[in-house]
């Protein structure tokens, strides 16, 4: 468990040295909540500390923010993490090219797929064109009521519905730098970062970005998404891929998801004969949106 605090300073050193003290109590506040499908307030502020990365030390962007929420609420999350897991591996509602936050799934994982669909094609004399997907602040700009809504088309709904509307509202959190605490904020939109839930909620949210799809074949991990499409005639690959990045920005859009047109790549896969003979490269031939 991690050693930093949230804005309690309820350490997980202090929660496993009181551990058979609390225990009894903290199972009566978790079921309570899901009972009433309640989220404590308190438990929904997260203390955001920004960590420098590289470059210009004076602009935003060049600084990761790292979110910390309560060790309890992590605790509590987690249960209900495993629960949710649960019901979405017994329903198949994750789809299988989706490797991100999984169980048996890694980065790893991913990669094989695209190589080993990559290797079969060049194996018949195809080329591979392939796009990937760069999305701009894809888990902090997710919008909440899609959100829900997405989950009660999965079967979540009732009680346990109103717990996650109830989780994601009105949560808070302070900036610290030097000691120094900001002024406290609404969050209004993305899921919660530092938490057990958030990436899973993710999953949830994207899951249906490859049903927008008709021509190429995707593979996902979290945000990351790669588009390829494979045949004998790079224009014909060009124009297929095209298509479907027309289709992916319209989900997007619907979505409130933004493609990051500067940092979204492609590339062409084959064999070094049939790349040498190409008579045509495929573009990316695409409209900026704004959402």
């Known amino acids: 468990m991690p050693k930093s605090t949230g804005l309690d300073t309820i350490s997980t050193k202090l929660i496993k040295q009181a551990g058979d003290t609390i225990t009894e109590s903290l199972l009566e506040v978790f079921n309570l909540s ?9 438990w929904k502020f997260a203390k955001v500390t ?13 600084y990761r923010p790292i979110s910390v929420i309560s060790n309890i609420a992590k605790i509590f999350e ?3 993490c495993r629960q949710l897991n649960t019901f979405l591996d017994n329903n198949n509602i994750i789809v299988k090219n989706q490797s991100g936050f999984r169980r048996n799934h890694s980065t790893e994982t991913s990669l094989l797929q695209s190589t080993e669909m990559w290797l079969k094609s060049m194996d018949q004399g195809q080329i591979n064109g392939v796009i990937f997907l760069d999305l701009k602040k894809a888990f902090d700009t997710i919008d909440h009521q899609i959100l829900l809504s997405k989950l009660q088309a999965h079967g979540i709904r009732d009680h346990t519905l109103k717990w996650f509307q109830s989780y994601l509202d009105q949560r808070k959190q302070i900036c610290m730098l030097n000691n120094c605490k900001s002024d406290i904020e609404t969050i209004r939109c993305g899921v919660p970062q530092g938490s057990n839930l958030g990436p899973l909620l993710f999953l949830i949210y994207i899951n249906d970005l490859p049903n927008c799809l008709e021509t190429t074949h995707s593979n996902l991990f979290a945000d990351d998404t790669i588009l390829s499409r494979q045949g004998h005639l790079s224009i014909d690959i060009e124009y297929k891929l095209n298509k479907d990045l027309v289709n992916a920005q319209k ?12 940092k979204t790549k492609y590339m062409i896969i084959g064999s070094r004969q049939r790349l040498k003979n190409l008579d045509h490269v495929p573009k990316k031939q695409y409209k900026r949106t704004s959402n």
């Open 251 to 262: 989900w997007l859009s619907a979505n409130k998801l933004t493609l990051n047109n500067e």
């Open 50 to 62: 920004p960590i420098y990365k590289s470059e210009n030390k004076t602009l935003c962007e060049n």
């Open 34 to 42: 899901l009972r009433t499908g309640i989220f404590p307030d308190d």
């Open 78 to 80: 987690k249960l209900v």
